[in-house]
Nanobody, 124 residues
Framework: QVQLVESGGGLVQAGGSLRLSCAAS????????MGWFRQAPGKEREFVAC????????VYADSVKGRFTISRDNAKNTLYLQMNSLKPEDTAVYYC?????????????????WGQGTQVAVSS
């Protein structure tokens, strides 16, 4: 079993930056892909970014490409999401997810473990 705990959310003005962290515990996950998803009020959960365990393969949603950067530190069992040039439409609860397989995926159902989420609010 893997436990994922997100942190780093908060309120920021448009154009600002935040760095989300996701700490994993319970078992080693260094060979599995991880990703970030988000869910805005009244909307379905959507893909944000994902990466393979070694960082070779990364995928971003078009809406965040060039503004967000996903990274991971396997020694610390931690996944990160650096978010720059934030927009009001980035407001959502952000979730961290992990899967047992190497290849990253943009699909919710591909992930085996989920965190509880951290709120990000961007004011205009």
């Amino acid at each position: 079993q893997v436990q994922l705990v997100e942190s780093g959310g908060g309120l920021v003005q448009a154009g600002g930056s935040l760095r989300l962290s996701c700490a994993a515990s319970g078992r080693t996950f260094s060979t599995g892909a991880m990703g970030w998803f988000r869910q805005a009020p009244g909307k379905e959960r959507e893909f944000v970014a994902c990466m393979s365990w070694n960082g070779v393969n990364t995928v971003y949603a078009d809406s965040v490409k060039g503004r967000f950067t996903i990274s991971r530190d396997n020694a610390k069992n931690t996944l990160y999401l650096q978010m720059n040039s934030l927009k009001p439409e980035d407001t959502a609860v952000y979730y961290c997810a992990a899967r047992k397989l190497y290849y990253p995926s943009q699909y919710n159902r591909a992930y085996d473990y989920w965190g509880q989420g951290t709120q990000v609010a961007v004011s205009s």
